[in-house]
């Protein structure tokens, strides 16, 4: 009976270290996979990788690539302009259309491209420079000097000749933050580019991504005399129900991932989410915000920030804090790390505002108001030097919280130079509900200034 | 990481979100993080101290230091090359001029074999000085990922809040993270945590105690109250160190710090006077109201003339020129015309106090011009002395 005892002893000892073993292998299982599914992730939402979906611009990207066909493979000459609000997805449709385009083979040999950014290319020496030395014709320029931007500009495309001198190579320019180029002087390179491709020399498509949608305003008469006027707009033009089936699809793992078992798994938790109705809630109030992919893409990147192994898959708790996160009022925050006396200042300010209607003020203004608080009996403890008020009068500053209404000018000195308050009456009621450890004095002078009467 | 706690005080919750972003040496982190707070809130601190820990390839830089965007460039590029070659050979330095020859650049550097598709960290320090300079630096930076197709972020650091960076035609939003200010307790925390090993920790946390109790209505910088509980440290100590009370007797401690802390306020807190001129007064126990503050306000004897300089100083700055008839027709001067190198020599020594300013240009021909840089009560105070009402003669009392 001992030795049945022992092995009975001996038998739960080992389930006991296997089971362990099991969780242990288990976490180690979760944590390999668990850094995958952040790899693809991130690259989904940080990098705009190449594989992503093209939601409802079908119609636009069919224009495109038939546009850039036409140039590449009949040699015809094009311009287009790309126009959509920030994130709305520009830079990804050029991107693919581009893509398809070099997966042509007689397209990929001969079609040549040039990548110019508004943001990059300040003015339009440093954009030729640019040009040249992304066709490769560094070498053939040498140290030419060129009497015109126009003749610089046509040796380039005569450079790309082929051999026989039949044709020329077909050159894609492709002009990202199009607008910035609109300020340059004469908009010389804009008016060359446009000019050559009107005229016949070299199959040359000129497209422009800008997020202006009154860019044709900025562009020079004879500028836009020889634009061909075609625009592609994209415009977010998805409802909420699509934009619920993007939130899905974006969080879900792709088919080629390694386990198939935890793929499953995390799609299906994905699946519950969408059906959640806080979840719901929460990407309503966010569509209804902004309802571009990028302001998605930060709120799922949030969540997936809270995801480790020993929490191992996002929850609605998770979704709803990030929303809480990307909602936070800034200006609060900082109000939220002010001293006490800084307070006192912004109500003294408050109520000048309410009692002069916002007219600007000045720091003896502000020190008189303050003043008014401090000279009952019970506030004396408020009752601190004037240099040592123009200090915190002067972090305030410092912080953007209040602003001169001109600049400091040589004639005023700074005790009577006119400000202004940079917070509204709700901002500064909401950040006093939440200011620690608020004095009952100050809180209640803030909600009126009749009360001390 | 327990060591890490034990660097970086009461920011357990920013260490974490921050390495959750950071993620994984090869995977893609947000192309842009922004992080702001008050001053003093552990922004820096952290922010390196994490990387240097964690021992990710990173370079810092101040844009207080780099004004213009050439210096700014070329230092990132510099230590970017520093950081990539192992030797340290002397290498050459890079000459940056514009934003384009950067993203080329910087292309090239991070093809070193030692980044082997790490992400680099790029923090920009004080970053509201980005605004000041060209235009194209801040969205450029922003999009510094997608510019060079290279795995970076970068990182800004500032007190001011996102809102006011934006640019009018938008940009590329970067991921905003808020470093909280430090509660009361915090900074009793993190205050005795420097207590000098000679008393105990208890001892200097009373002190801390008190310290705030001053203090901390007026100012939450952890840098200014650190700055301040050193100077007067040697203060409380002292009847300690005298032998007049031990080190558990509050009440005496306390009723001999306070005032000295009051005294502190108006002097060192405004940078009136300098820590070593107060670290003096310390030891030799003087009367505080002989302070001499850095403004001569009150404890210049000025004389008779230069009084009457000093004022007419004041009216001509202050006064609108079309008014000078109005005031002056029936004046009776009382001021006697002087040698005009005697009225040099005043004007001159007024400048050494500070009480006038030299404005425009050096090479002006028509004599150097001046301001009155002196408050309204001061130049009162001085009128009351010669007997001239001021106030009559000033356009904006009418």
Known sequence: MFELFHFHLKHRFQCIKMSSRKSKSNNVIHAEYLSQVQRILRERFCHQSPQSNLFGVQVQYKHLIELLKRTAIYGESNSVLIIGPRGSGKTMLINHALKELMEVEEVSENVLQVHLNGLLQINDKIALKEITRQLNLENVVGDKVFGSFAENLSFLLEALKKGDRSSSCPVIFILDEFDLFTHHKNQTLLYNLFDISQSAQTPLAVIGLTCRLDILELLEKRVKSRFSHRQIHLMNSFGFPQYLKIFKEQLSLPAEFPDKLFSEKWNENVQCLMEDRSVREVLQKHFNVSKNLRSLHMLLMLALNRVTTSHPFITAADLMEANQLCSMDSKANIVHGLSVLEICLIIAMKHLNDIYEEEPFNFQMVYNEFQKFVQRKAHSVYNFEKPVVMKAFEHLQQLELIKPMERTSVNTQREYQLMKLLLDNTQIMNALQKYPNCPTDVRQWATSSLSWL | ?398
């Open chain 2, 1 to 398: 990481m327990p060591h890490l706690e034990n660097m970086v005080l009461c920011r357990e919750p920013q260490v974490a979100t921050l390495q959750a972003l950071f993620g994984e040496r090869h995977h893609f982190s947000f192309p842009s993080i922004f992080i702001y707070g008050h001053t003093a809130s552990g922004k820096t601190y952290v922010t390196q101290t994490l990387l240097k820990t964690l021992e990710l390839p990173h370079v810092f830089v101040n844009c207080v230091e780099c004004f213009t965007s050439r210096l700014l460039l070329e230092q990132i590029l510099n230590k970017l090359n520093h950081l990539c070659s192992s030797e340290d050979g002397c290498s050459t330095q890079v000459t940056c001029e514009t934003f384009n020859d950067f993203v080329r650049l910087f292309k090239q550097v991070t093809k070193a074999e030692s980044l082997k598709d790490q992400t680099v960290y790029i923090v920009l320090d004080k970053a509201e000085y980005l605004r000041d300079m060209e235009a194209n630096l801040l969205p450029g930076f922003l999009r510094l990922q997608e510019l060079t197709d290279r795995n970076v972020t970068v990182l800004f650091l500032s007190e001011i809040v996102w809102e006011k960076f934006r640019p009018n035609t938008g940009c590329f939003e970067p991921f905003v993270l808020y470093f909280p200010d430090y509660s009361i307790g915090n900074l009793q925390k993190i205050l005795s945590h420097d207590h000098p090993p000679e008393y105990s920790a208890d001892f200097y946390a009373a002190y801390i105690n008190i310290l705030l109790g001053v203090f901390y209505t007026v100012c939450r910088d952890l840098k200014e109250l650190r700055y301040l509980a050193v100077l007067n440290f040697p203060k409380y100590c002292e009847p300690v160190v005298k032998g007049e009370a031990n080190e558990r007797d509050t009440r005496k401690l306390w009723r001999n710090i306070e005032p000295h802390l009051k005294r502190a306020m108006q002097t060192v807190y405004l940078r009136e006077i300098s820590s070593s001129q107060w670290e003096k007064l310390q030891k030799d126990d003087t009367d505080p109201a002989q302070l001499k503050g850095l403004s001569a306000y009150t404890h210049v004897e000025l004389p008779y003339y230069s009084k009457f300089i000093l004022i007419a100083a004041y009216l001509a700055s202050y006064n609108p020129a079309r008014t000078d008839k109005r005031f002056f027709l029936k004046h009776h001067g009382k001021i006697k015309k002087t040698n005009f190198l005697k009225k040099h020599e005043k004007i001159t020594s007024l400048v050494t106090l500070q009480l006038l300013t030299l404005v425009g240009h050096d090479d002006q021909l028509d004599g150097p011009k001046y301001k009155c840089t002196v408050s309204l009560e001061f130049i009162r105070a001085i009128a009351r002395t010669v007997n001239f009402d001021i106030i009559k003669y000033l356009y904006d009392f009418l």
